[in-house]
């Protein structure tokens, strides 16, 4: 009986084994799917931390909230004894008392020391968030009225652009006015920059799971950085007001092992055509207010580079 229950066992790891292979292979970003880092109704705080940028940021708001409750707290005390204590009922005839040293010395030295107990943290983090040095892979990301564009320099000939899923057209678990046709897909566990920039107005490239935010600029390409420990999907949006197809530029990020990464490399470059940027992203549909997606991927290439 022992001997058949571990055959069956052997079996059964066999075939779950071949059966992630086989959705693997079909989708290499499956991997992603089973967390979503996604905004919630009546979310009250910034979003799960997804990268090390964003746990700093998230570990800094509350270091600072704590600072401001207490000081909020004592002055809110201190006023209340003030009013209790010297009220007109209590003192008819106020006081003339104007100067006292040793308070004007308290609230010049207390106020001081508490700049320089936030001001450190929030130095050693703009560093943090500037040093995109020695990263794995570099992105270029253009935004676009209104879509979004990604290049891997790493894989030449990998330039494709990525439009939200329009409402009518959403599948089930697809969420509304963030899933698009085509994610961005990085590797977990490795150091990504992002050049940012952009082809015609303003835009803003925001992850905030990611703690990734930063303007979109025509002729200028400013850097950001993330790096992802878990398999995932996380999403943002443009975050600068860009024009009537604002609310229709979601970013869509996908997460996934290296080895699945490497297969959706292979994938993207022997599947996507290159296609002429359409005259206008809106659709002409009546039905539809945004972007209808398109399987369009610009100057794509037979081959493709290892990454760096």
Not at 15 to 40: F, I, K, M, R
Not at 186 to 207: A, C, E, Q
Not at 229 to 235: E, F, I, L, N, V
Not at 252 to 264: Q, S
């Amino acid at each position: 009986m022992k001997r058949i229950l571990k055959t069956s066992l052997g079996a059964c790891a066999v075939l779950l084994l071949g059966v992630h292979l086989a959705v693997a292979q079909s989708d290499p970003t499956a991997a992603a799917n089973g967390y979503v880092n996604a905004p919630h109704n009546w979310q009250m705080w910034f979003p799960a931390a997804g990268s090390p940028i964003q746990a700093h940021i998230d570990w800094l708001m509350k270091y600072v909230l704590w600072i401001m409750a207490g000081v909020v707290g004592f002055v809110g005390c201190l006023m209340g004894y003030a009013m209790f204590r010297f009220r007109a009922s209590r003192n008819p005839v106020p006081g003339r008392v104007t100067h006292n040293t040793v308070i004007e010395v308290i609230w010049i030295v207390v106020p001081t020391l508490l700049l320089a107990v936030i001001i450190i943290p929030s130095i050693n983090l703009i560093y943090f968030e500037a040093d995109d040095s020695n990263p794995y892979m570099t992105v270029t990301v253009t935004g676009h009225q209104w879509y979004w564009e990604y290049s891997y320099n790493s894989v030449p000939g990998l330039d494709y652009t990525s439009y939200m899923i329009p409402d009518n057209q959403l599948k089930p678990g697809e969420l509304r006015r963030l899933t698009v046709d085509h994610p961005l897909v990085l590797p977990i566990g490795k150091k990504i920059r992002f050049n940012i920039t952009s082809s015609d107005v303003l835009h803003g490239f925001y992850i905030p799971s990611l703690g990734v935010q930063r303007y979109a600029i025509p002729g200028t390409i400013l850097t950001s950085w993330t790096e992802i420990p878990k398999a995932g999907t996380y999403y943002g949006q443009c975050n600068q007001i860009c024009g009537t197809g604002h609310d229709a530029m979601p970013i869509e990020i996908k997460a996934v092992p290296m080895a699945d990464y490497l297969a959706w490399v292979k994938t993207a470059v022997a599947n996507y055509t290159a296609n002429t940027v359409p005259s206008s992203p809106l659709s002409s549909s009546p039905q539809l207010s945004s972007p209808l997606p398109h399987n369009q991927f610009a100057d794509a290439a037979p081959g493709a580079a290892s990454p760096r």
